[in-house]
């Protein structure tokens, strides 16, 4: 089953807007980690942020998360078309084979 | 370093075939990651090997099987294939951090399609 859910489902937006992902989750964890899957592809790690921090940033990204609340929100300022991809959250609650992937955002950033 | 390789990149197969994928983890990494991807769902974790051991496996039926060489590359077998099997197969290294908590490094997956 599938800890990790995802908000919205997809989200369309123009090039240059912010996009911001949710993400859910139902145990505790060690750290929640957010990859990237561009077209059938393999995914690439993004971000870690671990159940002590509320905030980190790399980049465009910047991510939250709130573990009272068990969620976790992903925005990619200043998107751009290169951006399209869907977007999974990851929960680690502490060995790899736990793992939790979400169901994903689908992001389109139009031109 | 080279990253995780996998093949095929694509493999079409009937049903009650049976279909072999393979994965080479990074460099001097002990472990192997298998999970599945169906169309549009998340990552479901099937298998975990490491130094040659299956360590671990997630919930699907046992036609679903692997094993790990020496060299620590690995291949996910799948025997009598249904339909529902039709999924990207990847394959991910773990970058370590303490109790298993770093990123997971992946492969770009292997499409396969039962007809």
């Known amino acids: 089953s599938q800890q990790g859910e995802e908000d919205p489902q997809a989200l369309s937006i123009q090039e240059g807007e912010n996009a911001t992902m949710n993400c859910s989750y139902k145990t505790s964890i060690n750290n929640l980690q957010w990859y990237r899957q561009n077209s059938g592809r393999g995914l690439v790690h993004l971000i870690l942020i671990r159940s002590n921090e509320r905030e980190k940033h790399s980049g465009r990204l910047r991510v939250t998360l709130d573990t009272s609340k068990k969620s976790s929100s992903l925005l990619i300022t200043a998107s751009r078309a290169a951006d399209t991809a869907s977007y999974f959250c990851?929960?680690?609650?502490?060995?790899?084979?736990?793992?939790?992937f979400g169901t994903g955002t689908k992001l389109q950033v139009i031109p | 370093e080279a990253g995780v390789t996998q093949s095929p990149t694509h493999l079409i197969k009937t049903r009650g075939q049976q279909a072999t994928l393979r994965c080479s983890p990074i460099?001097?990494?002990?472990?192997v990651y298998w999970y599945q991807q169906a169309l549009g769902l998340g990552l479901q974790f099937l298998l975990w090997?490491?130094?040659?051991?299956?360590?671990n496996r997630g919930n699907f039926p046992p036609r679903f099987s692997g094993r790990q060489f020496p060299n620590y590359s690995s291949e996910l077998n799948v025997n009598a294939l249904e339909l529902e099997d039709s999924a990207l197969y990847l394959c991910?290294?773990?970058?370590?951090?303490?109790f298993g908590t770093g990123e997971l490094f992946f492969g770009e997956g292997s499409r396969l399609t039962v007809l």
């Open positions: 460099s001097g990494h002990t472990s």
């Open positions: 991910a290294s773990p970058g370590g951090g303490a």
């Open positions: 090997y490491d130094e040659g051991e299956e360590r």
């Open positions: 990851a929960t680690f609650p502490g060995g790899y084979q736990k793992v939790t």
